[in-house]
């Protein structure tokens, strides 16, 4: 028995120091990171909402040539915008943010398959 809570601490603490830590969003959106390791940021923009993109490392990715949608599901129903550069890591969709809603972010990078990610907004 003691044996086996040694062997199941080692391994938290193994676990724990693979681990990438928590995603932190940098623009007070919500995050969720894909499983090639893309990590994607959704938030509230001026234009709708904003997407910003980052590897697994953290490295801010270019926008450029990214394509993509946002499906937003809500008591409102289904809406989707298309994904357009707009600088720097940053991709925007000409939605409204709907409180409580659930979004699915698609985005492709060039030469790459196809990342989604669920997030649901506050």
Same mark, same amino acid.
């Given at each position: 028995?003691?044996?086996?809570?040694?062997?199941? !601490?080692?391994? !938290?603490?193994? =676990?724990?120091?693979?681990?990438?830590?928590?995603?932190?969003?940098?623009?007070?959106?919500?995050? =969720?990171?894909?499983?090639?390791?893309?990590?994607?940021?959704?938030?509230?923009?001026?234009?709708?909402?904003?997407?910003? @993109?980052? !590897?697994?490392?953290?490295?801010?990715?270019? !926008?450029?040539?990214?394509?993509?949608?946002?499906?937003? #599901?809500?008591?409102?129903?289904?809406?989707?915008?298309?994904?357009?550069?707009?600088?720097?890591?940053?991709?925007?969709? =000409? #939605?409204?943010?709907?409180?409580?809603?659930?979004? @699915?972010?698609?985005?492709?990078?060039?030469?790459?398959?196809?990342?989604?990610?669920?997030?649901?907004?506050?």
């Amino acid at each position: 028995m003691k044996s086996s809570l040694i062997v199941l !601490s080692l391994l !938290s603490v193994t =676990a724990t120091a693979w681990a990438d830590g928590v995603l932190k969003p940098m623009h007070g959106g919500v995050m =969720a990171e894909a499983p090639s390791g893309l990590r994607i940021e959704l938030a509230a923009d001026p234009a709708g909402l904003a997407v910003y @993109l980052r !590897s697994h490392s953290d490295k801010l990715l270019a !926008s450029q040539g990214v394509s993509g949608d946002v499906v937003l #599901l809500g008591a409102q129903g289904k809406q989707t915008a298309a994904l357009t550069p707009a600088g720097d890591n940053k991709l925007t969709a =000409a #939605l409204k943010p709907l409180p409580g809603a659930k979004a @699915l972010v698609r985005v492709t990078q060039p030469g790459l398959p196809l990342d989604q990610v669920r997030l649901s907004l506050p």
